[in-house]
């Protein structure tokens, strides 16, 4: 048990994030809300005085995951804005708490109408990483970069783009991460519907079948995994495992 043995550490406030992020995921959100306020009492008593934006950009990212989830945009904008992230490698520029702390932020600011500044930001962002500065590829945080920035470009109808960003997220969830993921079964149900409106049947049927076949290993409920802030959910069953770095 972490409460018990590791109080107030860092491993507990990311174990608690992740959790938390997961059951937002099965649309749980109640149950997910003070797992990440005992996250953050967690990490700011690890800290104390001495800020770790890198770092704590997980607990943000699920923060802000949460409030999106809602449609509270200004609450998630706010989370966002609350972690300063640095501009260095040698600080964390390129850690993946800090990348999908900056994903969060362009989902959010989507949310508000401001799809094109967050396009940008991705852009950047995914440019950025593929720059010999970065200290090493971070496949699935470059992944959930792939996947926002395909929900984005869903937001502003460029449906072509989109696919090819969720084509690019599903192929590297696929080679890193696993293949039973709720995010990879996200990722999956938004290309099904991109291809189905390029009038790509066969493609679509297939990946909506894949999408379906995680669901039904998860037991989770699609639903509030796709379509982010939609109404009160229902109970759903604990989620079997969880993946650091998503």
Same mark, same amino acid.
């Given at each position: 048990d972490l409460r018990r043995s590791f109080p107030g550490s860092q491993v507990l406030a990311e174990s608690l994030s992740d959790l938390a992020d997961a059951l937002i995921a099965y649309?749980?959100?109640?149950?997910?809300?003070?797992?990440?306020?005992?996250?953050?009492?967690?990490?700011?008593?690890?800290?104390?005085?001495?800020?770790?934006? $890198?770092?704590?950009?997980?607990?943000? *990212?699920?923060r802000v995951h949460l409030a999106?989830?809602?449609?509270? +945009? +200004?609450? *998630?904008?706010?989370?966002?804005?609350?972690?300063?992230?640095p501009d260095?490698?040698?600080?964390?520029?390129?850690?993946?708490?800090?990348?999908?702390?900056? +994903?969060?932020? $362009?989902? *959010?600011? +989507?949310?508000?109408?401001?799809s094109e500044s967050a396009q940008a930001r991705l852009t950047k962002e995914l440019a950025e990483l593929s720059?010999?500065? *970065?200290?090493?590829?971070q496949p699935l945080a470059e992944a959930r970069l792939l996947s926002a920035r395909a929900t984005v470009r869903e937001r502003i109808g460029d449906v072509s783009g989109a696919a090819t960003d969720y084509g690019q997220s599903i192929a590297l969830r696929e080679q890193h991460g696993d293949p039973d993921s709720l995010w990879l079964? $996200?990722?999956l149900a938004h290309f099904a519907a991109c291809l189905a409106r390029l009038d790509r049947p066969r493609e679509s049927a297939t990946a909506e079948q894949r999408a379906a076949a995680i669901l039904k290993v998860q037991r989770a409920?699609?639903?509030?995994l796709f379509a982010v802030g939609s109404a009160a959910p229902q109970a759903a069953a604990a989620p079997t495992h969880l993946q650091r770095g998503r």
């Open positions: 649309g749980r959100y109640d149950e997910a809300e003070p797992l990440l306020d005992e996250a953050l009492t967690a990490w700011r008593s690890y800290t104390g005085d001495k800020e770790v934006p $890198a770092r704590r950009a997980l607990v943000a *990212a699920a999106r989830a809602r449609g509270r +945009a +200004a609450q *998630a904008i706010a989370e966002a804005e609350s972690v300063e992230l260095r490698p040698e600080l964390g520029r390129f850690h993946p708490a800090a990348l999908r702390l900056v +994903a969060e932020r $362009a989902l *959010a600011e +989507a949310m508000v109408g401001r720059r010999p500065a *970065a200290d090493a590829r079964a $996200a990722d409920p699609g639903s509030h």
